[in-house]
């Protein structure tokens, strides 16, 4: 038999008057109000007071969800535009992959779908469907969890992430109210559903309908049909689970799913959907890639001070319509991309060449099997293979090394050739041209400001300027023979060249322009590595570590191509730093100037007379030395000086050449130092990284954009002043005695180059005439630095080829104003920070 509810009120009064009569019961009414049964009138208090204190607590989370403010702009998103210095768009930041379409552009299927699936009441609420959420709360408890979100609401989660957040909690969802009633507060219903098409995500970097109707059916939104758009709505509820490309089945179980939605709201016939649903899913599937622009490398350094500045500025670089003016010159950054094009591809025509002879790229060869063990998937084969040891480690290199279609893949990844490429204004230091790798799709490593590689040879300058400070003159002379240096532990250092030393005399001048190995580290003892070092900090070389050893001389120390380049303009500019410059100018959308940006008071590093000697000497390296083919080749009669660098082993190469209007530096290698392309010839910086900067150079000094015709100007000198110095000078010298300079003979012609067939056997003699005594098509092979045994305690235990450092990213630090409006004289920009 069963009890109905009022067989059990009976019982229930029974007991429940025995509970209250009994000594608890009683002792329990005696107690204070809250430890004693609550009085009716007592439960209708808190009743009314539940609901009041949960208005407190809504009140309460207001100051914490998004502002008016920040909706309207939401909007309105303007992202920043960056410019190059005549005009033309180098960047958008923009904070997704999205295109920006009108309600009226999108097709009407999408509308009917989205509302008849996601939100089928829309236009009857105010931000909140108190009936879904109601019914969404009784299925949860059920056990059934289902979305009760509008439209509004999911709005307002993708809008602002990170101020309402997505964990499934209580006040989650209150903020999410909160914010969803702002909006529609001040959208209307058609601003709400555009804003809302245009930020949904959709996977594979592509928001907004616009962009998934690219990316998935490879066509605008206009044109999407019932299908497509049920498909993409369908996506909605999970872009993964729902995801057409990776299921099929299930994104098309949804789609349909959609459809029958539309018939349920009279949106689509019970005929049309009878045949619709019967399609197989068909996909046009084309990954919409964001538009590099043309400097990447340059715009993601900037990007990286822009949010900085914006951020203690008060503004927003994806919002606000900022408009960034920067130094950049169009045309020199077009014709830097073709240079590096150009040359990398041969490049990588003679990598391919060498390493695919029989001793290159084998199973057998030591280093290939190196590079298998340090690969992700080498890794990932030891994780399976568990600590237990299923598969040796032998097993796993076998399998990798038999694999060819992941060898090909990794041989293409190693020796692919890379290059990074700036040009500066030496007048200004800014930044005129910026290539930070040779595709910015395949490898966004910035080997510009990024990377950090020996420099080889284009450090002597650094040598022979310390030296010029000490008070060396370009024509001393030193002896060309065998030099050895004591290092610290006993070790002797023996550095090489090229070629055989001749024992005969020898120009500083000519040793920078033929890059004598032995001489620039005989002038390094003199003058000591601690004064070499301060020099090339001064100079520029202000971020990178520079250990302060003999192996110096020859560029021991990795360092950034932007550092090596900046270092080298402020010599072209008199020996005066200032540091890089990106942005002149920051705008708002209405061409108001928010903030402008002088260069900085240069400083003096360097005496103006000694800087002139040391560019000078750098001249003879062009004229006659290992960049001949700077004239020879390229047709470069400028005013130009350089120099050549390359590094142990061929695994970088360098050039930087300096004009009086514009410096450019270049380098090519590879990612990984110890590959190379195994060509003495080739490895020379004089084959690798010179062509690019002669490529470019060639087209910038007869272009408008630079003056061809500058010089570079002696200082001023008064006269009685050099001449007393000079005879002060002359004597001093003469007190030192031969032992520290060998005596300068003034009546001597200029010294030619060494011979390349020279021997320590032959007599000293007059040697070939240098530079125009060349044959055609000769060139001076340049001396890689021999640098110490391994013991010698400088980088990473080794001086031979180092592999690349994981070196912490710098911002660029670009100049700071000290408010909106005009900045004072003497703000500028800081992008290495001084080393103590």
Avoid: C
């Avoid at 799709?441 to 950090?452: E, G, P, T």
């Avoid at 670009?814 to 920009?829: D, I, L, Y």
Wanted: aromatic share 8%.
């Amino acid at each position: 038999m069963r009890l109905s509810l009022d067989d059990l009120k009976l019982p229930l009064a029974a007991a429940w008057l025995r509970l209250r009569g009994s000594r608890l019961g009683l002792r329990v009414a005696a107690l204070p109000w809250w430890h004693r049964w609550p009085t009716r009138r007592e439960w209708l208090r808190l009743a009314a007071a539940l609901p009041l204190l949960f208005v407190l607590y809504v009140l309460a989370l207001i100051p914490f969800t998004p502002g008016i403010r920040d909706i309207r702009k939401a909007k309105l998103e303007q992202p920043a535009q960056v410019m190059s210095a005549d005009g033309k768009p180098i960047a958008l930041f923009k904070r997704s992959n999205r295109q920006w379409v009108k309600l009226d552009d999108i097709s009407p299927s999408v509308l009917q779908a989205l509302i008849a699936t996601e939100d089928h009441r829309f236009y009857q609420h105010h931000g909140m469907d108190w009936r879904r959420t109601l019914g969404s709360a009784i299925h949860t408890l059920r056990g059934d969890p289902q979305g009760g979100s509008t439209l509004t609401q999911q709005l307002a989660r993708n809008l602002y992430p990170t101020e309402i957040g997505r964990a499934p909690t209580l006040n989650r969802k209150l903020k999410e109210a909160i914010t969803a009633f702002k909006i529609e507060a001040l959208y209307t219903k058609e601003e709400i559903l555009e804003t809302y098409l245009n930020t949904v995500p959709f996977l594979y970097n592509a928001f907004g309908i616009e962009m998934a109707a690219r990316t998935y059916f490879d066509k605008p939104a206009a044109r999407l049909t019932v299908l497509e758009s049920a498909t993409l709505v369908g996506m909605l509820k999970g872009t993964s689970y729902y995801n057409p490309v990776l299921n099929p089945d299930r994104a098309l179980y949804r789609r349909n799913t959609v459809l029958s939605q539309m018939v349920k709201r009279g949106k689509l016939s019970e005929a049309d959907y009878a045949q619709l649903r019967k399609r197989p899913m068909r996909i046009d599937f084309e990954r919409q890639e964001e538009p590099q622009g043309m400097a990447p490398h340059f715009a993601q350094q900037l990007r990286k001070w822009l949010i900085d500045w914006a951020d203690r500025n008060d503004y927003n670089i994806y919002t606000d319509g900022l408009v960034v003016h920067t130094t950049l010159d169009s045309r020199l950054q077009a014709w830097a991309s073709q240079a590096v094009a150009r040359q990398t591809r041969t490049l990588q025509g003679v990598a391919n060449g060498a390493w695919s002879q029989r001793d290159g790229w084998n199973a057998a060869n030591p280093l290939v099997q190196q590079l298998v063990r340090e690969s992700p998937a080498w890794r990932a084969a030891r994780k399976r293979a568990g600590p237990d040891g299923k598969e040796s480690e032998e097993d796993t290199l076998r399998a990798l090394l038999a694999d060819k279609a992941w060898m090909k893949q990794l041989r293409e990844d190693k020796t692919r050739v890379q290059a990074g490429f700036v040009a500066l204004d030496p007048r200004s230091s800014e930044v005129l041209a910026w290539v930070g790798s040779r595709d910015f799709a395949q490898d966004a490593y910035d080997h510009v400001q990024q990377a950090r590689r020996q420099p080889g040879s284009t450090f002597k300058p650094f040598v022979y300027g310390a030296a010029l400070q000490q008070g060396a003159r370009p024509d001393d002379r030193r002896v060309d023979g065998p030099v050895e240096i004591q290092l610290a532990g006993g070790e002797v250092w023996r550095p090489t060249d090229a070629t055989p030393p001749t024992g005969r005399e020898m120009t500083l001048r000519d040793a920078l322009a033929y890059s004598k190995n032995t001489i620039t580290a005989e002038v390094m003892q003199s003058v000591g590595p601690g004064r070499v070092a301060r020099l090339a900090r001064a100079l520029g070389v202000r971020q990178s570590p520079l250990d302060e050893v003999p192996a110096l001389a020859l560029g021991s120390s990795p360092v950034s191509l932007l550092e090596m380049t900046n270092a080298y303009a402020s010599l072209a500019h008199g020996g005066r730093y200032l540091p890089p410059r990106m942005v002149t100018r920051i705008e708002d959308a209405e061409g108001r100037v928010l903030a402008e940006f002088s260069p900085p008071r240069p400083e003096r590093v360097m005496d103006e007379d000694q800087a002139y000697a040391l560019v000078d000497m750098l001249r003879a390296v062009v004229d006659k030395g290992t960049a001949v083919a700077v004239r020879q080749r390229y047709g470069i009669h400028a005013d130009v000086a350089g120099k050549t660098g390359t590094t142990q082993g061929n695994a970088d190469g360098w050039f930087i050449l300096m004009h009086p209007a514009i410096v450019a530096g270049a380098w090519a290698g590879f990612n990984d130092a110890r590959i190379t392309l195994r060509s003495d010839r080739w490895g020379q910086g004089s084959r690798s990284a010179l062509p690019m900067v002669g490529d470019f150079m060639s087209r910038a000094l007869r272009s408008p954009a630079i003056d061809g015709k500058a010089r570079f100007e002696p200082p001023e000198q008064n006269h009685w002043w050099s001449d007393m110095v000079g005879r002060l000078r002359e004597r001093m010298q003469g007190w030192w005695g031969p032992q520290a300079q060998a005596p300068q003979d003034k009546a001597r012609p200029p010294e030619p180059a060494p011979a390349p067939d020279a021997t320590p056997d032959q007599a000293p003699g007059p040697l070939a005439p240098p530079g125009p005594g060349l044959s055609p098509g000769e060139e001076i092979i340049e001396s890689t630095p021999a640098l110490p045994a391994p013991s010698v305690p400088l980088t990473e235990g080794t001086l031979g080829p180092v592999q690349e450092r994981g070196v912490q990213e710098a911002s660029p630090g670009m100049p700071e104003p000290t408010g909106q409006g005009e900045a004072p004289a003497g703000s500028g920009v800081v992008i290495t920070p001084i080393q103590p």
